[in-house]
């Protein structure tokens, strides 16, 4: 037989038992699909992530106590309150640092923000008014948080876009007060969105006076990072080794590896944070391929009854002439349709929920020509891999015994 033949009387077959061959093709469906649309939301994923940090500048150093992960100087992990604003001011002023361009000294705690009947839990951060300029912040209604509040203590706010809207809805907050951590703050501006969510989202912070969120909110007189911009993206090695030296010496720290700070850059927050995002994708998918397994099995159980009902069929052919490689692609051939058919519904299926689920996240949807591959691909190989057995088994029954079955 040709194969168009083989091919044409396998579709025939299937279509035959239309009900068995969608229970069949189910299992390939949702393996395909869960697969495509968990690769496609890690991707859309990461791309978040990575449009979140680099948002914030390419050129951004940021001290936190803990160790150092990054240039020269290397340091184990210490205490947690260990920055002060009279480092972030010896970073900007001393003369042994010369590729930073800006320091941005912070406080930042978690507070539940209310007004009215409204309220939400959010980032608070106590910044002074270079924070703008060092972490690229646009201002769309008001004004920023300027010297003259963080001199004066004055109790002052400024709402990123999805905290505004949390609290007040879509009108303009601007003049209206909230309360943190039961004090009353006066909202003076709402910054533009960066279409942020999750890790490191922009767009849900409440920004405050630097000294008003240490003396007057939180008692602290260290803060929790200090954001540096350095002169350009091809000095940064050079400015976390200056930083660091500088640091060490002024904490009276002579092994690097005792180090009670870390300084990263974007590139390695961005590294960290797509380390996490690309190992809960893969764990994911690895997860939903047992569905390819699952379905391949359900598979290669519907060919072999099949077999058992077509015995007298296959006896019939093996007498008329029929070799036993015409069995055995007739039967792989009724396989491979079967799964490249459940495998090309699933990719839509998986397109389809992936395109869904990004809208409702607010993430990229991104499906890549690797994903779509691999469906094909894998889809194929499953016909092949579990069709084979009940294949091999139809050609190897003698023709006599076949023609007797009942």
Known sequence: MELNEIISEAVSTLSTNRLRTALATLGIVIGIGSVIALISLGAGSQKAVSDQIQSLGS???TVSPGFQTSGTVRGAAGGTTTLTYDDAKAILSSPKITTVSNVSPELSRRSQITTGDANTNTQVI???????GVHNITISNGTFITKRDVDSMTKVAVLGPQVATDLFGEG????????IEGQSFRIIGVTE????TGFQNQDDIVYVPLTTSQKSLYGANYLSSIAIAAESEDVMVAAQDEIGYLLLDRHDINDPADADFRIMSQSDILSTASSITSTFTTLLTGIAAISLVVGGIGIMNIM??????????????????AKKINIITQFLVEAIILTFAGGIIGMFVGMLTSFIISKVMSIAFAVSAGSIILAIGVSGATGILFGWYPARKASNLEPIEALRYE
């Open 59 to 61: 050129n951004l150093l």
């Open 126 to 132: 106590g910044v002074e008014p270079v924070y703008s």
């Open 172 to 179: 303009n907050p601007t003049g209206k007060n909230i309360r």
């Open 193 to 196: 969105s960066k279409g942020g």
């Open 304 to 321: 072999l009854v099949t077999v058992t009902e077509r015995t007298r069929e296959i006896g019939l052919r093996k007498a008329l002439g």
